[in-house]
């Protein structure tokens, strides 16, 4: 009787591990979502951009755009 026991709230346990982490996936965002994230992305990396312009000139500016913004705006947003 113990064993039937067991095996009925291991299979409970299982059926709501696989439900919690069903539940825990990302949902995936609309396109329409999408373009509007990254839209908005590319202008607080703009405005970035003309911070350390400001502070620090084009060419500093231009480097850290070539080198950190850009790459990762295009892995999270033009990247097919």
Not at 35 to 49: P, S, V
Not at 52 to 74: C, L, T
Request: proline share 5%; aromatic share 10%; net charge positive.
């Amino acid at each position: 009787m113990t064993t039937i026991y067991r095996r009925g709230r291991l299979a409970v346990a299982g059926i709501l591990a696989a439900a919690a982490l069903g539940s825990a996936a990302p949902a995936q965002a609309s396109p329409a979502d999408k373009a509007e994230r990254c839209e908005n992305r590319l202008e607080r990396i703009e405005q970035r951009f003309r911070q350390i312009e400001e502070r620090r000139g084009w060419d500093a500016a231009s480097k850290w755009w070539n080198d950190h913004a850009w790459p990762n705006y295009y892995e999270r947003c033009e990247a097919p």
